[in-house]
């Protein structure tokens, strides 16, 4: 069974500071790749990032950046000058190949303050 | 860029009660799903949809919830007999194909409150 794991329910910064977001997950398939989803308050699910676990490559949107360590099956997600309106929800989310039966972390609260 | 509509926004019911939710895909895309999120849980996976058929299905998707593809254009849950536990905001997605490079597209959600 596929299991994701995000053990900080709560992280707070300061605006322009850097945060890393913690996830790691379980599979014993080979081909999947993985996400990190933003929530605001207004609830709606926005994709932040992908990463297929094929590429060694880690992947970069702007500011936002993943530390995907296959072997250790870890995928966390670093957000660089941060902005308050990077405050919301963030999943990390497992996906395999076949499909888009994700399956997702608890969610960090992530706030950033002025 | 293109989105993935869901009505109603809002939804309150009485307990036993049938409700459908709404959806409306983005035009071109194949794929469709239902996920929920009950307050302060993870978010779950219901059910996947193509070709006009469910392709899967989790074990929360039982004999009261049901899928349906009327048109064309709109993909519908409906749940037949409400309980309080179906309390939760339920999203929409839809993707174009499987391809790992695709994008899966998010609906803002419907809140449902069964009271």
């Known amino acids: 069974a596929q299991t994701v794991t995000q053990s900080q329910p709560e992280m707070s910064v300061q605006e322009a500071e850097t945060v890393t977001l913690s996830c790691t997950y379980d599979?014993?398939?080979?081909?999947?790749?993985l996400f990190w989803y933003k929530q605001p308050p207004s609830r709606q699910m926005i994709l932040v990032i992908r990463?297929?676990?094929?590429k060694q490559q880690n992947a970069t949107e702007n500011r936002f950046s993943v530390n995907f360590q296959k072997a250790a099956k870890s995928f966390s997600l670093k957000i660089s000058d941060s902005q308050l309106g990077d405050t919301a929800m963030y999943f990390c989310?497992?996906?395999?190949?076949?499909?888009?039966?994700?399956?997702w972390g608890a969610g960090t609260k992530l706030i950033i303050k002025p | 860029e293109p989105e993935v509509t869901q009505t109603p926004s809002h939804q309150v019911t009485q307990m036993g009660q049938e409700v459908i939710l709404r959806c409306v895909p983005i035009s071109n895309h194949l794929y469709f799903y239902w996920y929920r999120q009950i307050l302060g849980q993870k978010v779950e996976f219901l059910v996947s949809f193509y070709n006009n058929e469910i392709s899967e299905k989790s074990e929360i998707f039982d004999d009261q919830f049901s899928v349906e593809r009327p048109d064309g254009s709109n993909f519908t849950l409906k749940i037949r007999s409400t309980k309080l536990e179906d309390s939760a905001m339920y999203f929409c997605?839809?993707?174009?194909?499987?391809?790992?490079?695709?994008?899966?597209?998010f609906g803002s959600g419907t809140q449902l409150s069964v009271l």
């Open positions: 599979t014993s398939e080979n081909n999947y790749y």
């Open positions: 990463q297929e676990a094929y």
């Open positions: 989310a497992l996906g395999l190949s076949s499909n888009y039966q994700l399956i």
């Open positions: 997605a839809s993707t174009k194909t499987l391809a790992t490079n695709e994008k899966l597209f």
